[in-house]
């Protein structure tokens, strides 16, 4: 499937209330665990969430549309939420990442982007060359990750608990994230 | 983490708002596209979660307080949802998948459960003894290995349009569940 704008919009938009569903005011057992030393929880993933929405995807797109592929992305720090998030309630830092998902959806089509515009180029600092609709593309596979991964560090915390189960459940076999 | 009631509770109680708010009125190459032959959508997906509601849990749970271990439970189908979900809009779906699911909690309230019979067990027609407190553990741990599921299903929609970022998504190195 090719990237479409209103595909990744549509997804986008609703990540944060799905969220919001899932984890405001659940026991913290299921949300401020993880799942062993060194990776997150899911109160971290919403963290890193929020600190994406400040620095990664729209400013990201505006250098992609302003330098093209001379000047590279600056690096992205994957433990930038620590210090934000600390100390702050879930139920913040969901209304906040449901509040700069909402802004950062409306500078996306305030860029009034053309069809032309998803092939143009811009600079990973890792990856090299990228263009403007893997970007977009990305921000909504990125969200999905995170649903992902979140959804199995909750599902850690009843490794155990599940007793034989544990042998049908996908979720416990997930390898796909063993750095966070 | 042991297993609590109030916290299985708590979890199943947001499953059907947070699927709602992520899939309600997607469009559908988010929702109806799977991973390949034989592979589920996200709405197999909720279709199954309709059918477990209908067929597993609460009837399982009945039947280890019933008989014990002297009667194993019945097979499940895991592909008893196709017939029920066919044709049926995804919407009504997840109504269907939230009244249930609050039928079933206002259930397992009934049933009144005290702490000794947690430990009480039951049979699984492939894994053996069982334990009360396992079943409801799993009840929760199901919900997230479905939800995983999804995040993983939508993700591989983007498989290629996310060009080299496909690295850093460990969502599409998932091989959680390699057979539905």
Redesign the interface.
Known sequence: ????L??TI??LT??P???????RD??E??TV?NEGEDTWSAFDVVGHLIHSERTNWIPRARMVLQFGEAQAFGPFDRWGHQRESQGKPLAQLLDEFARLRLENLAELRALHLKPDDFARRGR?PA??V??L???L??W???D??H???I??I??H??R??????S?Y??????????SP
Do not use: D, F, I
Not at 160 to 165: D, K, R, S, T
Not at 169 to 178: E, T
């Open positions: 499937m090719e990237h479409n209103q595909h549509s997804l609703r990540t209330a799905a969220l919001n569903a899932l984890l659940l026991p057992t299921w665990r990973h990856l090299g990228v263009t609709s893997e970007l593309a990305t909504a596979a990125h999905l990750t649903l992902h991964q959804s199995r909750m599902a915390q009843y155990e608990a599940v007793g034989p189960w042998e459940l996908g979720v416990l076999k997930c390898a796909g994230h063993s």
